[in-house]
Antibody, heavy 117, light 107 residues
Framework: QVQLQESGPGLVKPSETLSLICTVS????????WSWIRQPPGKGLEYIGY???????DYNPSLKSRVTISIDTSKSQFSLRLSSVTAADTAVYFC???????????WGQGTLVAVSS | DIQMTQSPSSLSASVGDRVTITCRAS??????LNWYQQIAGKAPKLLIS???NLQNGVPSRFSGSGYGTDFTLTINSLQPEDFASYYC?????????FGQGTKVDIK
């Protein structure tokens, strides 16, 4: 059974960089894409981007200038960096496996990141 | 970006009811449409992919249909564990986009 777990700071100051790691267990990172999605409190889901196991990335244009997703297959981890954060970036951040392009079949439990001074 | 519009935004229903949620895409997405269920405080769960393919382990009371721009999620005989929010998502053209969600609560 594939499991994903997000980890990282729950509080980030405005203008700083949000950094999260997703650790995958129970399966290989190879041949899949790995995604980040976020959900502001009480709102809907927003796709952030994905990385394929070979390192190819795809980012939501609305966040592209601030987002970096990377992967470390040796550690079974992939990560998210979001720079120059503001209060609008406060959200629950989910990592997920992409079984085919854009179909998210396994999700982490999510981690709340608040942006505040 | 492709806009996904769900209706209704919320509905109240009773156990045993049949519930229908619709999702409309701003352009033709063929059958590249997924449905997710999200129980409050939990991660979304994939219910249906490619508009109508029920995922393993998902009860058969859930079904999906549609093609092009108009899609439907139907829950036959609503069960207590089905009270949740439901999201459609297009995976035809990146960036993948989600509908705003439909919250199903108890009447």
């Amino acid at each position: 059974q594939v499991q994903l777990q997000e980890s990282g700071p729950g509080l980030v100051k405005p203008s700083e960089t949000l950094s999260l790691i997703c650790t995958v267990s129970g399966g290989s990172l190879n041949t899949y894409s790995w995604s980040w999605i976020r959900q502001p409190p009480g709102k809907g889901l927003e796709y952030i981007g994905y990385i394929y196991s070979n390192g190819r990335t795809d980012y939501n244009p609305s966040l592209k200038s601030r987002v970096t997703i990377s992967i470390d297959t040796s550690k079974s981890q992939f990560s998210l960096r979001l720079s120059s954060v503001t209060a609008a970036d406060t959200a629950v951040y989910f990592c997920a496996r992409d079984t085919t392009t854009g179909t998210l079949d396994y999700w982490g439990q999510g981690t709340l990141v608040a942006v505040s001074s | 970006d492709i806009q996904m519009t769900q209706s209704p935004s919320s509905l109240s229903a009773s156990v045993g009811d049949r519930v229908t949620i619709t999702c409309r895409a701003s352009q033709n997405i063929k059958k590249f449409l997924n449905w997710y269920q999200q129980i409050a405080g939990k991660a979304p769960k994939l219910l249906i992919s490619s508009a109508s393919n029920l995922q393993n382990g998902v009860p058969s009371r859930f079904s999906g249909s549609g093609y092009g721009t108009d899609f439907t999620l139907t829950i036959n005989s609503l069960q207590p564990e089905d009270f949740a929010s439901y999201y459609c998502q297009q995976n035809y053209i990146s960036p993948w986009t989600f509908g705003q969600g439909t919250k199903v609560d108890i009447k």
